[in-house]
């Protein structure tokens, strides 16, 4: 499979959590998929760690606000604000 090396127009570049930049964008055109780079963790040929051509039913994303709409709460929820660790209750 080809992937993008750059993210599509309009991409947005968030600070994560830790400091990492993380770059994501959707694609204009159907199936407006959703592809993220991690400029600390680059892969090979500058591939995007995420690469997510449809939703999380298998389903193209209806449109490209869908698709967006969906990216920014992910990186919002996994990068830039994640849950906290839990922390097992200390033994007796």
């Keep these: 499979m080809d992937y993008p090396s750059t993210p599509a127009p309009g991409a947005k570049t968030v600070t994560a959590h ?13 199936p ?3 592809n993220a780079w991690n400029a600390a963790t680059p892969n090979p ?18 449109d490209q606000k869908t698709a967006q709409d969906f990216a920014d709460a992910w990186i919002e929820e996994h990068f830039i604000n994640p849950p906290a660790p839990v922390t097992p209750p200390a033994s007796n």
């Design 18 to 30: 830790n400091g990492d930049q993380i770059t994501y964008s959707v694609d204009a055109t159907a």
């Design 32 to 34: 407006f998929t959703i």
């Design 45 to 62: 040929e500058n591939a995007p760690f995420w690469h997510q051509p449809h939703d999380l039913n298998g389903a193209d994303w209806a």
